[in-house]
C-alpha cells in the first residue's frame, strides 16, 4: 500500500511538471472560445472562417481569459485573440501583421498607353514600339514596363502605377545608331550624290512621320567617305519640323553608286 501511494505520488508530481513546463498542452482550449476567436479573428480579416487556424495558446489567466494565436492559411497574416474560457467572450483580437497587398497586374490599356507615350518621346510612330516585359512591383505598388524600338534598338522605361492605371514617366535610352566611323570630306550640298542621297532620306521622313512641314539638311555636316571603287558613303545631320511642334534633329546616311548615283540605301535615325 505504501509502495502504490509513492507510485501515484510520483505520477501527480509528473503531470504537474509538464503542466508547469508546458501549459498551453496540459490546458486544452475550450471549444465554445476556439470558435469565438476563430469567428472574430475571420470578421477582423474580412475572410471566411475557414481561412483562420489556431497555432498556439498561452496560459490561463486567474480569471479565466486566454491568448489563443491565429493565423489565415491562406495568407500568412497573424492575430492575437484574447478571450475569457469560461463563457467563450472574446475580449479583444489584435492583428500582428498585416496582409501584405496583392500585386496589381499592368492592363493592356496601360500597356498600350505606355507604347504611345514612349513613341512620343522617341518622335517614332507606335507602331515601331514593342512591348518586351514588366518588371517587378516596387514596395510602393509602381513597376516598370519595358519597351524597344524595333526599327533602331533604343529602349524605354515606362514607370506605371497599376492601381491608378496611370504612367508617371517614360525614360528612353540614346540613340543606338551613330554615324559610319569611316574617315570623310566635306561634300557640297550642290553634289548630284549628295541631293540624291537627301532627297531619298527626305521621302523617307515624310512617309515616317505625319504632318510634316519642312526637311532641312545642315550643309556644315555634309560628308562623303569611300566604301568600294563603285560606292560612295554620304553622311549629316539636318532637322525636320512637325505642325504645331518644334523641329527635331536627326542624322543620315546613304551609300550611293557612283558610276549611275543611284541610291543603294539611306536611313535616318532621331537624335532629339
Same mark, same amino acid.
Given at each position: 500500500?505504501?509502495?502504490?501511494?509513492?507510485?501515484?505520488?510520483?505520477?501527480?508530481?509528473?503531470?504537474?511538471?509538464?503542466?508547469?513546463?508546458?501549459?498551453?498542452?496540459?490546458?486544452?482550449?475550450?471549444?465554445?472560445?476556439?470558435?469565438?476567436?476563430?469567428?472574430?479573428?475571420?470578421?477582423?480579416?474580412?475572410?471566411?472562417?475557414?481561412?483562420?487556424?489556431?497555432?498556439?495558446?498561452?496560459?490561463?489567466?486567474?480569471?479565466g481569459t486566454r491568448t489563443l494565436f491565429m493565423r489565415n492559411r491562406v495568407t500568412g497574416q497573424t492575430a492575437?485573440?484574447?478571450?475569457?474560457?469560461?463563457?467563450?467572450?472574446?475580449?479583444?483580437? $489584435?492583428?500582428?501583421?498585416?496582409? =501584405?497587398? %496583392? #500585386?496589381?497586374?499592368?492592363? +493592356? *490599356?496601360?500597356? &498600350?498607353?505606355? !507604347?504611345? @507615350?514612349?513613341?512620343?518621346?522617341?518622335?517614332?510612330?507606335?507602331?515601331?514600339?514593342?512591348?518586351?516585359?514588366?518588371?517587378?512591383?516596387?514596395?510602393?505598388?509602381?513597376?516598370?514596363?519595358?519597351?524597344?524600338?524595333?526599327?533602331?534598338?533604343?529602349?524605354?522605361?515606362?514607370?506605371?502605377?497599376?492601381?491608378?492605371?496611370?504612367?508617371?514617366?517614360?525614360? $528612353?535610352?540614346?540613340?543606338?545608331? =551613330?554615324? %559610319? #566611323?569611316?574617315?570623310?570630306? +566635306? *561634300?557640297?550640298? &550642290?553634289?548630284? !550624290?549628295? @541631293?540624291?542621297?537627301?532627297?531619298?532620306?527626305?521621302?523617307?521622313?515624310?512617309?515616317?512621320?505625319?504632318?510634316?512641314?519642312?526637311?532641312?539638311?545642315?550643309?556644315?555636316?555634309?560628308?562623303?567617305?569611300?566604301?568600294?571603287?563603285?560606292?560612295?558613303?554620304?553622311?549629316?545631320?539636318?532637322?525636320?519640323?512637325?505642325?504645331?511642334?518644334?523641329?527635331?534633329?536627326?542624322?543620315?546616311?546613304?551609300?550611293?553608286?557612283?558610276?549611275?548615283?543611284?541610291?543603294?540605301?539611306?536611313?535616318?535615325?532621331? !537624335?532629339?
Open positions: 500500500m505504501i509502495q502504490m501511494k509513492a507510485i501515484l505520488s510520483a505520477g501527480v508530481m509528473t503531470v504537474a511538471a509538464i503542466a508547469t513546463g508546458y501549459p498551453a498542452i496540459a490546458q486544452p482550449i475550450p471549444p465554445k472560445a476556439a470558435d469565438a476567436c476563430t469567428q472574430r479573428t475571420a470578421e477582423e480579416m474580412v475572410v471566411a472562417t475557414r481561412d483562420i487556424e489556431i497555432t498556439g495558446a498561452g496560459s490561463v489567466a486567474t480569471n492575437e485573440c484574447r478571450v475569457n474560457t469560461i463563457d467563450g467572450f472574446v475580449l479583444s483580437v $489584435t492583428l500582428t501583421s498585416q496582409q =501584405p497587398k %496583392p #500585386p496589381q497586374t499592368v492592363s +493592356p *490599356a496601360l500597356i &498600350n498607353t505606355c !507604347i504611345q @507615350r514612349t513613341a512620343e518621346e522617341m518622335v517614332v510612330a507606335t507602331r515601331d514600339i514593342e512591348f518586351v516585359q514588366v518588371d517587378q512591383p516596387n514596395p510602393d505598388g509602381t513597376t516598370t514596363v519595358f519597351l524597344r524600338n524595333r526599327v533602331n534598338g533604343m529602349t524605354a522605361n515606362c514607370l506605371v502605377n497599376p492601381a491608378t492605371n496611370t504612367v508617371i514617366r517614360v525614360t $528612353t535610352t540614346p540613340a543606338t545608331k =551613330p554615324l %559610319p #566611323p569611316a574617315q570623310g570630306k +566635306p *561634300a557640297s550640298p &550642290n553634289d548630284p !550624290i549628295v @541631293r540624291n542621297c537627301q532627297a531619298a532620306v527626305g521621302r523617307q521622313i515624310r512617309a515616317s512621320f505625319a504632318n510634316v512641314q519642312s526637311v532641312t539638311f545642315l550643309s556644315n555636316t555634309t560628308q562623303r567617305f569611300f566604301i568600294s571603287n563603285t560606292q560612295e558613303g554620304i553622311r549629316g545631320e539636318g532637322q525636320f519640323a512637325q505642325r504645331s511642334r518644334m523641329a527635331h534633329r536627326f542624322n543620315y546616311n546613304c551609300v550611293v553608286n557612283i558610276r549611275n548615283g543611284s541610291v543603294q540605301s539611306a536611313n535616318f535615325n532621331v !537624335i532629339r
